[in-house]
């Protein structure tokens, strides 16, 4: 069983930075990709950004050129540097690690909002 806990979600001002994060935990020795997606009310859940054990990079179009993922040496946690966000940002942020069953498992998310 995976557990993922995301944190750092908050209101944030546009133009401003955040900093999520999301810890992993119980079977998630040789995951194949760990990363964030967003989701808002009435619209399907978004990539926003994942990465894979090899260190390739994945990330949406709306976080190109803002946001950046990034681990830590353990494999055990993912961050996601938010810069320059703006109201479009405003949406729940899930954390989403793939096991090495392929298994997809999902935080609880954490709400971003931007707004002045």
């Known amino acids: 069983q995976v557990q993922l806990v995301e944190s750092g979600g908050g209101l944030v001002q546009p133009g401003r930075s955040l900093r999520l994060s999301c810890t992993a935990s119980g079977n998630i020795r040789g995951w194949r990709l760990m990363g964030w997606y967003r989701q808002v009310p009435g619209k399907e859940r978004e990539l926003v950004a994942d990465l894979d054990t090899t260190g390739g990079l994945n990330y949406g179009e709306s976080a190109k050129g803002r946001f950046t993922i990034l681990r830590n040496n353990a494999r055990t946690m993912v961050f996601l540097q938010m810069n320059s966000v703006n109201e479009e940002d405003t949406a729940v942020y899930y954390c989403?690690?793939?096991?090495?069953?392929?298994?997809?498992?999902w935080g609880q998310g954490t709400q971003v909002t931007v707004s002045s």
């Open positions: 989403r690690l793939v096991d090495s069953e392929g298994r997809i498992n």
